[in-house]
């Protein structure tokens, strides 16, 4: 399954749907707290995925590198040579709780890389550098 979600400035929809956008402060404070505690609610690690998949996507803007979380959502970031057809130069792929870690900082992103807990391909797919995205 590929995910496409659309980062667009704020008030400018250009009529796509915007799926991903950073959430309030406190309610992330408040389910990476649930999350540490192991009492992630259902919804939890879908919105922190998505949040910190929307940060990423403002803090790094460009379409060089795709970051891929299944099954929430998948961006398009770094500058350089945007992606628009078949399979990127440069993706990343990891699962939600992974991107949750390496995106809050609970571990490096050279740890899950090692760890085998992250895919990655590609001269740009090296994130180590963009995170943590707290």
């Known amino acids: 399954m590929h995910c496409t979600d659309v980062h667009v400035p704020s008030g400018d929809t250009g009529g796509v749907p915007v799926r991903l956008r950073p959430q309030p402060a406190t309610e992330v404070e408040a389910a990476l707290a649930r999350h540490a505690a192991g009492v992630t609610e259902p919804t939890d690690l ?3 995925t998505k949040h910190f998949l929307a940060v990423l996507a ?19 970031c770094l500058p350089g040579v945007r992606h628009t057809r078949g399979t990127p130069p440069a993706v990343v792929e990891t699962d939600p709780e992974t991107w949750v870690a390496v995106a809050s900082g609970a571990t490096t ?19 180590g550098d963009h995170l943590p995205l707290r």
């Open 46 to 48: 879908r919105m922190l």
């Open 109 to 127: 992103w050279a740890e899950a890389v090692d760890a085998g807990r992250v895919t990655a391909s590609g001269e740009r797919s090296d994130l």
């Open 58 to 76: 403002e803090r790094a803007p460009g379409g060089a590198l795709e970051v891929r979380v299944p099954p929430y959502a998948a961006v398009q």
